[in-house]
């Protein structure tokens, strides 16, 4: 962002005193905000400020506006040359920001550059009779209808170098000009090819009574129709509820009693009758007396140690519990105690 300076002292005016129009705008926008809050109207005034002194803001405008707001003068300094929309140099009748950002160049904006360099001069020049002055600015957001320049708070749009000529000779003769677009286009509409919503149906309300007619007799129809739907869904063959699919079928078993006696042979078969009848066979039963051996009881851990060589017997070792001894009676102690060595302490509490 480029620096921004007040304007040379020699433009500066030696005094600037609100008008009553400005004050009473200033009484408006104060009034807007709780008390205290007073400095959140300093835009505002700065604009109002700017349109007093004819499209600049010098040093004394910027003062009033502190004074009026009770803030310290550096505060609205800042605000005045940080915001672009606050001309800190004296400025044409006619104030023209040009438009030199990529849209506006892809439809011409080069060709009206060269007719205000030709007709105004340099950037922030005044012309002699101090109609005009003009600034390179970036986009302003009517790209749709490029290019365009902004004309003090207007907008003219569609541009050419015929009728920018033109516009630039009405306005210094003061005749009325024609704000927006320059070519007769109704806002941003497509130009000379305005193919929808050509049906005068679309305003004349039929459409909509149309609509809302058709609504309400697919509405009727279809609170006449939930019964016949209704009804259609009940079928008319009534069948029990047993489906087929996926249940066994039913079939007689391979060989059992009742299927033998149903076709009149013996219930029993015969050699299971022999087979049962046999003592040989028969399953004796223990007596709940009889006492059943119990397996000795196995002791919690193990400690026989692998043996070093092929063949060689394993080692008995006194810490190896003897199976089936409780842990209570073994004749070593497990907590680790038997690996260490005894200590004795003599009279002179020497340890050996």
């Not at 996926?246 to 009693?257: F, N, V, Y």
């Amino acid at each position: 962002m480029a620096v921004r300076k007040l304007a040379p002292e020699d433009m500066q005016p030696e005094s600037f005193v609100l008008s009553t129009e400005t004050e009473a705008f200033a009484e408006k926008e104060i009034a807007k905000y709780p008390p205290g809050r007073q400095a959140s109207a300093v835009i505002a005034l700065l604009g109002k400020a700017q349109e007093q002194a004819g499209g600049w803001l010098p040093r004394k405008a910027i003062e009033a506006v502190a004074a009026k707001l009770d803030m310290p003068v550096i505060r609205v300094m800042e605000v005045a040359t940080f915001y672009t929309m606050f001309n800190l140099e004296p400025v044409g009748k006619y104030f023209i920001q040009f438009c030199g950002t990529t849209p506006c160049v892809l439809r011409g904006a080069g060709e009206i550059k060269k007719v205000l360099e030709r007709r105004i001069g340099d950037q922030n020049h005044v012309t002699a009779d101090g109609n005009f002055s003009w600034l390179e600015v970036e986009c302003l957001g009517a790209c749709s209808n490029a290019p365009m320049v902004q004309i003090n708070d207007d907008y003219y749009e569609d541009l050419t170098t015929e009728n920018f000529e033109k516009l630039l000779d009405d306005l210094a003769a003061g005749r009325p000009v024609k704000v927006g677009s320059q070519i007769g286009r109704n806002r941003s509409e497509p130009f000379e090819a305005v193919n929808t919503l050509q049906d005068p149906a679309l305003y004349d309300g039929s459409v909509v009574g149309a609509w809302r007619k058709r609504f309400e007799e697919q509405a009727k129809a279809a609170e006449t129709a939930e019964p016949a739907a209704a009804m259609a869904s009940i079928p008319q063959d009534v069948k029990a509820a047993k489906p087929t699919a996926g249940r066994p079928i039913e079939s007689d078993a391979a060989d059992t009693p009742a299927k033998r006696a149903k076709e009149g042979e013996t219930p029993i078969n015969p050699t299971d009758q022999k087979e049962a009848a046999d003592p040989s066979t028969a399953t004796k039963g223990r007596s709940h007396t009889e006492a059943e051996p119990r397996p000795a009881p196995q002791s919690g851990k193990s400690y026989v140690a692998s043996p070093k060589k092929e063949g060689e017997a394993v080692p008995s070792s006194p810490t190896t519990p003897v199976a089936g001894t409780p842990p209570a009676q073994a004749e070593s102690r497990r907590d680790g105690s038997e690996s260490k060595p005894d200590v004795i302490v003599d009279k002179d509490n020497k340890s050996s």
